[in-house]
């Protein structure tokens, strides 16, 4: 196969794409150093839709929901917007819905190790 560049990331953030489904198998996750925001978590899926593997940019509600799902669980994840904390009306937060699957796990020989561009977005 050969060479291939390396980049640092091109993960995907849910917040551009509120109200949209994404359906996919949950490969695990992994920590990223960022210059603007220090360590932050991204959540690698292979999307049911085309097997494609899509790495998403975690965020405090998203990283512990992701916690109690099992790896290769597949998961539906719908991004709901900011909403206002219920006792500090001056805060918001991000709101995410994360349902899986339990009993629908991806075979390990139908996992997809080699992640592609996100060129067909939504999801």
């Not at 920590?31 to 899509?54: C, L, M, P, W, Y």
């Amino acid at each position: 196969m050969g060479y291939q560049e390396t980049k640092t990331s091109d993960a995907i953030k849910f917040t551009d794409y509120e109200g949209k489904p994404f359906e996919g198998y949950y490969l695990g996750s992994r920590v990223a150093d960022t210059k603007e925001f220090g360590e932050s978590t991204i959540h690698r899926f292979q999307s049911k839709k085309d097997n494609t593997v899509k790495e998403f940019w975690g965020f405090d509600r998203f990283n512990r929901l992701m916690m109690n799902v099992p790896a290769r669980a597949l998961c539906k994840i719908t991004y709901l917007g900011k909403k206002a904390q219920s006792n500090d009306s001056t805060k918001t937060y991000h709101d995410i819905q994360v349902l899986h699957d339990a009993e629908n796990i991806l075979a390990l020989d139908k996992a997809h190790v080699q992640k592609k561009e996100n060129d067909d977005l939504p999801f």
